[in-house]
């Protein structure tokens, strides 16, 4: 069983190299922020909660967001091969609770992939993304929130994984596909 976690600053190719990964290893995909989109887009309580912070480049809380993560941990179906996490976890509360939910259901992480992108990279990718993406929080001055919050609350995130060996570091400068292939090659290492 292959459980993924995929992260990295805004903007460093989550979403795309997820979407890669499920098809070639055939994984759920379980991204907090589209779960979370899903939620402003029906308009429910807690949408309406979720965009008060997103929109403005903040990170969601730990309790509602860890929440929202156990109830799609569990309600996933028998048999499936494994899950990529992307956007989660995002601060060490997150990780803790992860550890904890996935004990309970005698599952455990294999690996956190941490993409690594210059900032000036993130900046342009953002910026071009908002073009077409119709999302809040992709403008210049949410984009520059994001990054710093990310540095402060997410980057520590990387040593909770470094300290019980589960952490690879990738590359996040390049084509899709080169991308892709150092991805794999991480993956394919784990599984052997
Ligand atoms: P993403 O699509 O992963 O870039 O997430 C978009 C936004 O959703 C983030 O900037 C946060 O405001 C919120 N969000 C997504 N995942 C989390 C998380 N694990 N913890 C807190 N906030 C989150």
Same mark, same amino acid.
């Given at each position: 069983m292959l459980n993924i976690i995929i992260c990295g600053a %805004? *903007?460093? *190719?989550k979403g795309t190299q997820s979407d890669l990964l499920v098809n070639k290893y055939k994984l759920e995909h379980l991204s907090t922020g589209d779960l979370l989109r899903k939620e402003i887009a029906k308009k429910s309580e807690l949408g309406l909660i979720a965009d008060s912070y997103i929109s403005n480049g903040n990170l969601v809380p730990d309790a509602m967001i860890i929440d929202i993560l156990s109830k799609a941990i569990n309600e996933q179906a028998e048999g499936v091969k494994g899950v990529i996490l992307d *956007?989660? %976890? !995002?601060?060490v509360a997150q990780a803790e609770a992860l550890e904890v939910m996935l004990k309970k259901v005698n599952k455990e992480v294999s690996v956190l992939l941490d993409l690594t992108v210059d900032n000036d990279e993130l900046i342009n990718r953002l910026l071009k993304r908002g073009e077409t993406s119709g !999302? #809040?929080?992709?403008?210049l001055e949410t984009i520059k929130k994001r990054l710093e919050i990310y540095e402060i609350k997410t980057a520590p995130v990387s040593d909770f994984y470094k300290k019980i060996n589960k952490y690879a570091s990738i590359n &996040?400068? &390049? #084509?899709i596909e080169e991308i892709f292939e150092r991805i794999a090659a991480v993956i394919d290492s784990k599984r052997q």
């Open positions: %805004p *903007g460093c *190719g *956007g989660f %976890p !995002r601060t !999302r #809040s929080d992709d403008n &996040g400068m &390049g #084509s």
